[in-house]
């Protein structure tokens, strides 16, 4: 009988630790992904930074070129509204 007994206590023993190491595992399951996410979104905001800048000054040469543009385009006519008409 106190073979029995023993078996039992240690299989009790065995399930309690069993019990007591689920939600350990859990928490730091929980934490790694938290840790994981955060790291995520730096890197998130880093590139969405990047692109920002990478999109601003892409806009800021093509407005840049427009001005361009336009000014060749002024001088062109006013070079010629002052050329004489031929007869």
């Not at 955060?38 to 806009?59: F, G, I, P, V, W």
């Amino acid at each position: 009988m106190s073979q029995d007994l023993k078996q039992r206590d240690r299989k009790r023993w065995t399930i309690f630790a069993i019990a007591l190491c689920i939600p350990m595992l859990l928490v730091l399951g929980l934490f790694f992904a938290a840790k994981q996410d955060a790291q995520t979104k730096k890197e998130y905001d880093q590139l969405s930074t990047e692109y920002a800048n990478e999109r601003q000054a892409r806009e800021n040469q093509q407005h840049l070129n427009s001005e361009q543009q336009y000014q060749q385009l002024q001088k062109d006519q006013e070079a010629q509204l002052s050329k004489p008409a031929k007869p």
